[in-house]
Every structure is written in structure tokens, then in C-alpha cells.
């Protein structure tokens, strides 16, 4: 008997929600708080001294900020290849942001910004921000320093520098690309993010990582059974997941570095898809230990634990708003698997899909705005988002297979997924809007992706001695 055999039937046949106990299987307008460190010459310096100012541009297409990348200068110790290899990488995170248009310095930018517009309007020309990398090396260790540069005045905006071994150089690269995020826009980049995911090693399921790009996969659990929804904490320290280790689906943490347990919840019956509180104080999750799938909270220390919902029907896979006041799940309390909204304490339920029926796994947008999901269209599964107000139903995917477990990145500008449309199951990422979409995984089996936030412990870019 494999370990796939022993889940019901209905539960090996369908998708997340149904791991646990049932049967279940727009453009929005871009708003970029763009920094005006580099229109400092169309500011009064009095303005500048006073406060940092952020311009808050909103188009109704898709628009990136133009960012030129000048030749990597390898020194000392450092080689070409490794100098061409810093390039490669920063490109590849700029674009992946999804709000920079990085382009090497024998190349033009492609397509209109409004940057560039707004820009041109004051008495400089466009500005465009020039990128100055160099790299160091000596023996096993490596810093990365680069120039940033307003490429019309030549004005020094900033200038950068991070240290580690060679080994992790990738990282470093990733830490200048959301400095660059972050100086142009007033946010946080998603280069320092990973993703976990589940994919078949002989028999078993285990938990999978990778970089935000599909960079550096490696095992993580070798647990040798099924391990499921993966879930992680705010610090991106931890993993919470649905471990059958202990021959029943309990709830685990484990290191998101070593794989290493570091506590379980044994309980009876079955919990799964738990979800971190945005403050890290909280994990919501749906088990059927009192009977019926019901969804619970729990502190991470598995104290405290309370239920939230309290219905015949199945209810699973929370999401938590991005303020922690509210749970978006799903319930077939109507007949059909819809998606639910209620108060962090369990009351004020309202339902928020009526196009379609079924629709499952919510996720809750970090920017609050929306809710994606799966819904059954035209006898296919599709990713879709939908305005929590419940307005602006949007269908993001529509290719050939299953398109399934959205999850979205820590900024709220991509969204990553499980797909059969190559054959197997793998994670591909896509734009908020579902363009640009991208294959993340090779192997057939993945599923059930997780987004970090954007951070890494201190020892991923340490040098070992």
C-alpha cells in the first residue's frame, strides 16, 4: 500500500481542501510609490530637507520603471565570469519585481513608462537610474558594491555594499535588487523571498525550497511520508505543515534552513492548512478533531487554542487579512464550495464569491485589495481574484490542465501557483494581472506553494570558517 492509498478516495482525487477531511477539489491599477530621490533637481531643496517625498503613480496598463545596469567590474581576486554572473542575476530580480524595467547598457528599454512621462515634464530631461556594480574578491569572500546614479544630472543617489562568502553570492546580488526596489519605489523588493512547496521523492511527499525565482530548489524534510501545505511564518524563519510522520496528519513546525523539527501538535483527526497571523503570534488552521472540519486558532506554541466557525458544513483553508482583523476560508455551508469572510474572532460571516460553483483556497492580497483563489471554470480549475467588497471578478489563468493553491508574493505583485498544464504538476509565478507568466519547477509532482516574506537569517550569508 502506498502512502498516497491511504487517504480516502475523494481526498487522493482532489486538491488542498480535500486533504483534509471533505470531497472538495482585473486589471487593477498599479499604484508605485515612486521615490523622488532621483527628480531631486526638479524639487525645491528646502521640500527635500524637510521630508522624503514619494510620488504615487497610478496607470490603468501595466508600466515599469526604467533601470540602465552598466558592465560589472570585476576585482582582485574576482573573475569575469562571476562579474557577468552578478549581472545576470540582478537583471533577472529586477524584471521579476515586476516594477522595473532593467535593461543592459547596449540595449533600449522596452515599452512606455509612466515614470518617464511624468518625469519629462519638469525642466531635466527623463530621469533614468544608472547601475555601477563591482566585485571583490579575496580567498572565499566576496563584496558586492555598486553606484547608483541619476543618469541625466550624474547625481550620486546612493551607493551600496554587501559582504559574504562566494558561495552566496546570489544572495547578495538579491540584497542590492531590493535596495534598488526599495529606492525607487518606497517598498519592499521580494529578491530575499522563498518558496516552499510539496513534490514526490520515491513514495513520499516532502517540502521543497527554493529561491523566489526557482533558483537553488533543495529538499527540505526527509520525513519519508506525506507532508503537506506548507505554510510560513512572518519571519521566514519557520514552516508550519501537515506532517504524517507520526501516522497521523498532525500539525509541525520546522526550521525553514535545517529542516529540523522544532515542535509538533499531536492532536486527533486531522489538521491542515494552517496560516500564519500576520504578526506572527497566531496560526489558523482547519482540523476535525471535534468531528466536523472546523477552523481554529492556536498561538504557535499550540496553546490557546480556540475555534472560530461553528457549522454542519466543511470549512477549510484560512487566509488571514494583512491587518489580522479578518479570515477569508472556505465553506460548502451553501451546498457548493464558496469563500468566506469573517471577523478574526469567528463572527460576521458573509459570503464573497456567487460566480461559479466551486471555488477554494483563498488567499488574502498583502495589500489588502483582493482575494484570489480557485474556481471551477468551464470544467477546468483557474486561478481568479475577486475584490474583497466581492466586485471585479477576474479570471487570471487559462491554459490547458489544472491551475491551482495561488499564493502571493510578500510585495502583492506576483502570484505564484501549481499547474498541469506542461503534463505534471509544477509551480509557476505570474504577474497580479496574469501576465507574465513563469515556470518555476521542472519536476511533475509540485504543488501547494507558499510565499515567504522577503528575509533571510543572518547565517544564509555568513561565511562558515
Partial sequence: MTLESRLPVCVRSNRRLAIAAGCWRTTRRLALLAGMTGLLALLPCALVA?????LRVET????????????CRPLQQASPKDATRVLDILDNDLWMSSVIASFRSDEAPAGDSPWLEIASRGPAQPFRLEVHPRLTQQNDRVKLEADLIDSHSRRPLAQKSYQGCRDNLRLLVHSLADDIVNLLTGENGIA?????FTAKVGESKEIFVMDFDGTNVRQLTGFGTL???????TDA???????????NPDLVLVDGVTGRTVRAFPQTGLQTAPVWSPDGSLIAFASTHEGNSEIYVMNAEGKRLRRLTHHPGVDSSPTWSPTGRELAFTSDRLGTPQIFIMDAEGSNVRRLTYVGDYNDS??????????????????R??????????????????????????????DGYRIVFSSTRSGGSDIYSMEWNGQNVRRLTHKGTCTSPAWSN???????SACRD
Avoid at 227 to 233: F, H, I, K, Y
Avoid at 363 to 371: E, F, L, M, R, V
Avoid at 454 to 460: E, G, M, Q, T
Fill in 50 to 54: 524637510q521630508s522624503e517625498v514619494y
Fill in 60 to 71: 490603468n496598463t501595466f508600466a515599469r520603471i526604467p533601470v540602465e545596469l552598466k558592465e
Fill in 192 to 196: 530575499k523571498s522563498r518558496i516552499a
Fill in 227 to 233: 507532508n503537506l501545505t506548507p505554510a510560513w511564518s
Fill in 237 to 247: 524563519r519557520l514552516l508550519a505543515l501537515t506532517s504524517y510522520r507520526q501516522d
Fill in 362 to 379: 483563498p488567499a488574502w492580497s498583502p495589500k489588502g485589495d483582493k482575494i484570489a483563489f480557485v474556481s471551477r471554470l468551464n470544467s
Fill in 381 to 410: 480549475f483557474n486561478i481568479a481574484t475577486v475584490e474583497v467588497t466581492g466586485e471585479n471578478l477576474t479570471q487570471l489563468t487559462a491554459e490547458a490542465g489544472s491551475n491551482e493553491d495561488p499564493a502571493w508574493s510578500p
Fill in 454 to 460: 522577503n528575509s533571510r537569517p543572518d547565517l544564509n
